[in-house]
C-alpha cells in the first residue's frame, strides 16, 4: 500500500521560507509522479508543483513559479517543496500526492487533484503578515 507522510509546516513571516518533505513508500509501479497541494481554509484543494520519479522533471503552478522548487533528496523516494519569499495568501494546508506517471511531466494535467491515487495527511503551512 502507497504511504505519503508531510512533514516541516509551521508558521513563518511573509518572505520567508520553508522546506517541506514528502516520504513514500510502498509503490507498485516504476515510474510515478509526486504532486503538491495546498488547500487554504473555505477554498479548494490546488496543484503547486509536481515531479516525475523516472527523469525529476518538474511542473509548478504560475503562482509560485521562481519562488518554490520541487526536488528529490538523497533518503529514497523523499520529495522536498522549498518554498521562498512566501505571502500570507499561501496560509494553507500542503499536501503531497501520487500516482502513476502517464503523460510528460510537463502537462499540466498533473496539477490537478483529481487525478491523484494517494495522499498524505498533510502539513499546516501559516504566513503570518
Known amino acids: 500500500e502507497v504511504q505519503l507522510v508531510e512533514s516541516g509546516g509551521g508558521l513563518v513571516q511573509a518572505g520567508g521560507s520553508l522546506r517541506l518533505s514528502c516520504a513514500a513508500s510502498?509503490?507498485?509501479?516504476?515510474?510515478?509522479?509526486i504532486g503538491w497541494f495546498r488547500q487554504a481554509p473555505g477554498k479548494g484543494r490546488v496543484g503547486v508543483s509536481a515531479?516525475?520519479?523516472?527523469?525529476?522533471?518538474?511542473n509548478y503552478a504560475d503562482s509560485v513559479k521562481g519562488r518554490f522548487t520541487v526536488s528529490s533528496g538523497n533518503a529514497k523516494n523523499t520529495v522536498y517543496l522549498q518554498m521562498n519569499n512566501l505571502k500570507p495568501e499561501e496560509t494553507a494546508v500542503y499536501y503531497c500526492?501520487?500516482?502513476?506517471?502517464?503523460?510528460?511531466?510537463?502537462?499540466?494535467?498533473?496539477?490537478?487533484?483529481?487525478?491523484?491515487?494517494?495522499w498524505g495527511q498533510g502539513t499546516q503551512v501559516t504566513v503570518s503578515s
Open positions: 500526492a501520487a500516482r502513476p506517471l502517464v503523460l510528460p511531466i510537463s502537462n499540466t494535467w498533473y496539477l490537478n487533484p483529481s487525478i491523484y491515487d494517494y
Open positions: 510502498g509503490f507498485t509501479f516504476d515510474d510515478y509522479v
Open positions: 515531479m516525475s520519479s523516472s527523469d525529476g522533471g518538474t
